[in-house]
């Protein structure tokens, strides 16, 4: 009895953003009015120093060639932050709007500066309530099709040693061998992403003495669990 | 007597009767009366003396003050007891022993109660006014509160020692006065005056305690010694005697705590010991078939709270030990011996696990009285073992088999209609133990549909019978499609009339052959791969006729043929003799190729039906390789490759006239399990939206144990499969997690 799809598949709403200006420190004392056309111009100066000329936005390429000059890898986590910054929501591609959100709200304007303020990016994005955003935005990013929601099992291991790597190092490596060996899933929800995180943040690890089967976490943990658990008896 | 003289109007001066004086003259009458009481030689009271002596007591009680002695004669008259107790009654038992002190204790009590009485008589007139003016107690309470404190409190240890030795005496089997302890125990009973304390404090509870240490003493050595139902008949025994020493001596109110303390130390305390007794206990009972020991068992422990929990238990662990034993039995058989014979051995198992289970329900209503404990037993032991896998098949598989050799034709035949019915009475009961019901409802369904099909139903009553008793028990969902199937035959029947009256008005439309079709309702037959076949022209004009002929009745449905169900009856044009063969469409498609051509390879045969290599293989085995070769193979090996040739085998003979040629089934068994697996899938996902759109929010746990009551009168689902639905379900977007709660669910309208 086959059950007829009812359901018109919605366009999936983001829960997850939180405007970028809301985590920003005390905004500029300069009133808007007084912002300068100038200021923008810089802006624009600088994008189009990366963007290509035909496309209008800045592509893969001009990205790699600001990573270089940022002297940052373009799988360094921090891009990925700024991309969060901006609001990007095509991956490997900012626009014009983008760009400007972003050195706006960092407050730079030429390559130096935004090279300067990746640091402080960084220690803003990891706190807590800013890093759960970002996570589940990193997600998204990877997304390349607006009717796909789902990340292949190779580019969600790369995706979270990038992410979580640093704060987890643990975790992601036994995760990522263990999504390797296993056959049960071939792509990665954003369920059993922020899944991941969630267990990262609540079970100790490596014993997970407080973690249990009996509870709602993603059905792709509880096999990892068991098979952590087998390694580890 | 009636106090007469008060009422009439004497005209005569009363003379004033002074204390002293009218105490002497009452001496005289409690003397005479302990007189009599001890049983000297001294005549009864006459009415005058009574009269008088009442008198006496009138008077000197209405005398006007100070000469109206009320509360001198109470005081007196208590402490006429008193003497009387301090001089003789009480002397006379100090000096008396054991059994001996009992019965005078007896004699003086019964004494004592007739004194207050005679005396509360002379006295009667205080009783009237003088103590209910002064709040006093009666005088019958005062005599007996007399006895009470000065001898009573005196002996009731004594005497409670005494009697409780008696108790133990005939306890060991000696005969004791039963009428002298029951009077004995009468007075600790009245002593209390209404109320219970007496008898309760100064004399049961000490005898409880005896009782027990007693019992405890015995159990000991019993216990070592006896085996179980032997220990069982003297604990039954000992409760019996028990309850008639209650009747006979002992105050009723006893009783339950007596049972109680024996039953304590009987069987409470060694409980565990005694049921677990190597040889002789529960298990081995059960083992023995000790039908009456077990009878015995459960009266016993019936009326201790939770005393039948270990019996229970135990009986549980046998028959899941013996359903095992079966199992096991039945799965080293399996692998011991060849294909066939080892479906024969897990079909005995089937019979065998109704046996079991007829012999332990009898044990359950007859022995343990049809207790829900040992039902409930019963129920969880036959479903452990019922859903234990033998030899790669499911418990619903062999169910299904099993319901399918005694429906088909030449399976029971040598059975009666009732014992038939019986059968498939028990075997729809042992379902109600499997939880893959809907296993069971697959294999039955496909079995059914063969039986149907080709004709192999032995009995349409049965057939009919087993699917109502299926529908009691599982319910009309269960058996609709099933039912439906058994109507499509009948309309079938109907419809095949109807196209022959079509054939008979329409010279044109002939099939040019004797053609039978029956049209199945695709939702109550299961499903079947049908595969496009390259069929011979004959065949093919009769599709088309038939097609012309359903299309007058009905233009709305759509026909889709199933040639692998079908069956054909050829003349074999062999040399000895013609043969008629009875065979698949498809084992036909592939003989009627050698009309035109006499040699055709693999390839050829092939390219031309348009078949599968799986399919062809099995086909042109059935013709060349098994017991009737009709197709002559070259090489002529055992089985068919694809660089083999075939030739029409002329030579071919047989004894018979008509032949059916079988084409082995296709194991359905994993078609089975997949079309279950999916149909478990939209289950679960359904009762995930069911449960989620009433309730609106749910946590994780109790969705999954409402998924899983749900869904329990078909299957037992998998929590994992579960888990992965519901993730399914928040992929699209019926389901999310809650914000806060990550093990919250929230249903997405």
């Not at chain 2, 399918?404 to 379902?431: C, H, M, P, R, Y």
């Not at chain 2, 039906?609 to 042109?620: A, G, P, Q």
Request: with cysteine; hydrophobic share 35%; proline share 3%.
């Amino acid at each position: 009895m086959p059950r007829t799809a009812s359901k018109t598949t919605k366009k999936r709403s983001k829960p997850y953003t939180v405007t970028s200006s809301d985590t920003d420190p005390v905004p500029s004392a300069s009133s808007k009015t007084k912002k300068s056309s100038k200021e923008n111009d810089e802006k624009y100066k600088l994008f189009n120093k990366y963007a290509n000329t035909s496309s209008g936005v800045i592509d893969p390429e001009g990205i790699e060639k600001l990573c270089s000059k940022l002297k940052v890898s373009h799988t360094d986590i921090k891009i990925l932050m700024l991309a969060w910054k901006m609001k990007s929501e095509r991956q490997g591609y900012f626009t014009k709007a983008e760009w400007r959100r972003a050195l706006k709200a960092l407050k730079v304007d030429t390559t130096k500066k935004l090279k300067k303020a990746l640091p402080e990016l960084e220690e803003q994005v990891r706190k807590p309530l800013n890093f759960a955003d970002f996570y589940a935005y990193a997600f998204r990013y990877c997304l390349t099709d607006e009717r796909q929601n789902c990340i292949d099992i190779e580019t969600i291991c790369q995706l979270l040693d990038m992410v979580l790597g640093s704060t987890f190092r643990d975790q992601v490596d036994h995760f990522v061998d263990y999504l390797k060996i296993q056959n049960d899933y071939k792509v990665i929800t954003m369920d059993q992403w922020m899944g991941f995180y969630r267990f990262c943040n609540e079970i100790s690890f490596p014993d997970m003495t407080n973690y249990s089967l009996e509870l709602a976490w993603p059905l792709i943990l509880d096999n990892f669990f068991e098979w952590m658990r087998e390694k580890q008896a | 007597v009636q106090e007469s003289f008060g009422n009439q109007s004497f005209r005569m001066e009363r003379k004033t009767i002074d204390l002293e004086q009218g105490w002497d003259y009452m001496q005289t009458g409690i003397t005479k009366l302990k007189r009599i009481l001890e049983g000297l030689p001294e005549p009864q009271f006459d009415s005058e003396q009574y009269m008088m002596l009442y008198t006496t007591i009138y008077n000197m009680c209405t005398q006007k003050p100070p000469h109206d002695y009320s509360q001198q004669l109470y005081d007196k008259y208590r402490e006429a007891f008193e003497e009387y107790i301090n001089s003789t009654v009480l002397p006379a038992l100090k000096e008396k022993h054991d059994e001996y002190m009992l019965r005078e204790l007896v004699k003086r009590w019964s004494n004592h109660k007739v004194m207050v009485r005679w005396l509360s008589r002379f006295f009667y007139y205080l009783d009237r006014y003088f103590i209910a003016r002064r709040s006093l107690p009666p005088l019958n309470e005062v005599g007996l509160t007399c006895f009470r404190d000065r001898v009573y409190n005196e002996l009731h240890s004594k005497v409670k020692d005494a009697v409780i030795a008696l108790v133990d005496k005939e306890r060991e089997g000696e005969q004791i006065d039963r009428a002298l302890l029951k009077n004995v125990l009468d007075i600790y009973v009245e002593i209390g005056m209404g109320q219970m304390e007496r008898y309760e404090v100064d004399f049961e509870s000490f005898m409880l305690l005896d009782s027990a240490s007693y019992y405890s003493r015995k159990a000991s050595s019993w216990i070592q010694e006896d085996s179980c139902p032997d220990y069982m008949l003297k604990s039954e025994e000992c409760l019996k005697k028990e309850r008639e020493r209650v009747a006979h001596y002992l105050h009723s109110s006893s009783e339950p705590k007596l049972v109680e303390k024996v039953q304590h130390e009987l069987l409470v305390v060694y409980a565990n010991q005694l049921l677990e007794k190597e040889h002789s206990g529960c298990r081995a009972l059960l083992r023995d078939d000790k039908v009456d020991d077990l009878s015995r068992m459960y009266r016993l422990y019936h009326k201790i709270a939770k005393g039948l929990e270990p019996v229970a238990n135990i009986f549980k662990q046998h028959v899941t030990a013996e359903g095992n034993a079966l199992v096991q039995q039945a799965e080293d058989t399996a692998t011991n011996q060849a294909a066939n014979t080892a479906s024969v051995q897990e079909q005995v198992l089937i019979r065998k696990v109704i046996e079991l289970h007829d012999k332990y329900m009898v044990y359950v209503v007859e022995c343990f009285q049809n207790h829900t404990l040992f039902h409930k037993a019963l129920k969880e032991a036959f479903e452990i073992f019922c859903n234990k896998t033998v030899a790669g098949s499911s418990s619903a598989e062999l169910l299904a088999t099993f319901c399918d050799n005694i429906l088909k034709k030449g399976g029971s035949e040598k059975l009666s209609d009732e014992a038939i019915e019986d059968t498939l009475e028990k075997v729809v009961k042992l379902l109600a133990y499997i939880s893959d019901k809907d296993l069971f409802a697959e294999f039955y369904r496909k079995k059914l549909a063969r039986r149907l099909l080709f004709d192999r139903s032995a009995n349409d009553d049965h057939e009919r019978s087993i699917l109502t008793k299926l529908k009691q028990q599982c319910g009309g969902q269960f058996t609709s499609k099933m039912e439906g199937m058994v109507t499509d035959l009948t309309l079938a029947r109907e419809n095949q009339t109807s196209f022959e009256e079509y054939l008979g008005n329409n010279p044109a439309a002939n099939p040019g052959i004797d053609l039978t079709v029956t049209v199945l309702t695709t939702g109550f037959w299961p499903s079947y791969k049908s595969f496009d076949i390259n069929l011979p022209s004959e065949m093919v004009k009769c599709v088309e006729v038939f097609k012309g002929f359903y299309e007058t009745k009905t233009k709305h449905r759509k026909l889709t043929w199933i040639y692998s169900l079908g069956t054909c009856h050829l003349n074999g044009k062999f040399d000895h003799k013609p043969i008629e063969l009875v065979v698949s469409t498809y084992q036909a498609a592939v003989l009627l190729l050698f009309n035109t051509t006499d040699k055709l390879s693999y390839n050829d045969i092939l390219t031309q039906l348009n078949l599968s290599h799986e399919d062809l293989v099995r086909l042109l085995h059935s013709l060349s390789c098994a017991r009737y070769k009709i197709l002559v193979k070259e090489p002529s090996t055992k089985t068919v490759s694809q660089t083999d040739s075939f030739e029409f085998n002329a030579k071919f003979t047989d004894r018979m006239r008509r032949i059916k040629i079988p084409l082995p089934p296709v194991d359905e068994r994993k078609k089975v399990v997949e079309d279950v697996d999916k149909d478990r899938r939209y289950a679960i996902d359904a009762a995930i939206v069911r449960i989620m759109k009433s309730r609106k929010v749910l946590g994780h746990q109790q969705l999954v144990s409402e998924c899983v009551e749900q869904l329990s009168r078909m299957f037992k689902p998998d929590i994992k499969a579960i888990k992965k639905r519901m993730e399914d379900l928040i992929t699209r977007d019926y389901l999310e997690r809650d914000k806060e709660n990550a093990n919250m669910f929230r249903y997405l309208a």
